[in-house]
């Protein structure tokens, strides 16, 4: 598959600038200070098993409708996912800075390439695990990986394959978008309801977690949402459409998408990686673009 020059490999690279969207308050209270790590591990000197997942979330299972109003529903939503790694931290480390990760224990928990279907399942699904391994107790609070493109299987060829439908106002477009845009992310703390990756013997996860309403938008969004500005939306796609059917990789969209939709989708497809609501830090050249951030 022919590479765009705009696209990047993923490097050693840390730049400043931290993919994220939502969860700001969450993230200032659900964030473990250094008392409660140092308080935590002690309690479990034997470690225990740290679970990976990988949750595309309800836009992926449920389906969802983008900023212009399209209903997309996915039959397949493939990741490649490598070189996953876990971390305990001392400072906790900040995505939002420039600051390197001072890592005092580390687990990998994917080494080679591994292709997941974000979709499987169905709407109830939980999120996919990937992997389990054995690893010392603690606070796993900062988690590294990269989408690398797929050298065989279902998504051979991309980094991320979308499949699916979107329907509007009786126009219906069966879609096969191919990404191959390789990144690489480094994240801080899970934020969610719960927290995550404290492991005191028995079980713990952590999450690797993807927005794809940075590429497509979300009606239940305002419109001058900074998610929604910053989105593509699905008409640009629709646009493309032949007889209700879509089949595009990168090279395709960079020949027919208008210069600067290509370009923001490239920053949208960037913007996927988070752990919950929490921050990641983009690795590579794209970390010098704006990438979306919803006040919600």
């Not at 990760?101 to 390439?113: D, I, R």
């Not at 600067?260 to 497809?269: N, R, W």
């Not at 913007?271 to 921050?279: I, N, P, Q, R, T």
């Amino acid at each position: 598959m022919e590479k765009s020059a705009l696209l990047v490999g993923v490097g050693l690279l840390v730049a400043t600038t931290a993919v994220g969207c939502g969860g700001q308050d969450i993230a200032e209270t659900e964030t473990p200070t250094e008392t409660d790590t140092q308080a935590q591990a002690p309690n479990a000197a034997e470690g225990g098993t740290l679970e990976l997942v990988a949750n595309g979330e309800d836009f992926v299972r449920q389906g969802f409708v983008t900023k212009d109003g399209w209903q997309v529903d996915f039959e397949h939503v493939y990741v490649n996912l490598s070189n996953v790694t876990a971390y305990q931290t001392d400072p906790a480390f900040d995505p939002d800075s420039s600051e390197e990760l001072q890592a005092t224990e580390e687990v990998t928990l994917v080494a080679q390439p591994q292709t997941i279907d974000l979709a499987e399942g169905g709407e109830d699904a939980a999120p996919i695990t990937v992997t389990t391994e054995t690893a010392p107790a603690g606070t796993y609070n900062a988690l590294h990986w990269e989408f690398v493109e797929a050298d065989q299987g279902p998504a051979e060829g991309s980094t991320i394959l979308l499949v699916g439908t979107a329907e509007k106002e009786g126009q219906t477009v069966d879609f096969n978008l191919g990404f191959d845009q390789p990144l690489g992310y480094t994240c801080g703390q899970y934020v969610g309801a719960e927290r995550k990756g404290i492991l005191q013997g028995g079980e713990a996860e952590v999450e690797t977690t993807f927005h794809f309403d940075h590429i497509f938008g979300d009606a239940e969004a305002p419109t001058d949402d900074p998610l929604n500005t910053a989105a593509v939306g699905f008409d640009p796609f629709a646009n493309l459409a032949e007889e209700g059917t879509l089949t595009a990789d990168m090279a395709t969209l960079e020949q027919q998408l208008p210069s600067d939709q290509y370009q923001t989708l490239q920053q949208a497809i960037a913007g996927l990686g988070h752990v919950g609501e929490g921050h990641c830090r983009l690795e590579g050249d794209l970390a010098q673009a704006d990438t979306p951030h919803s006040e919600e």
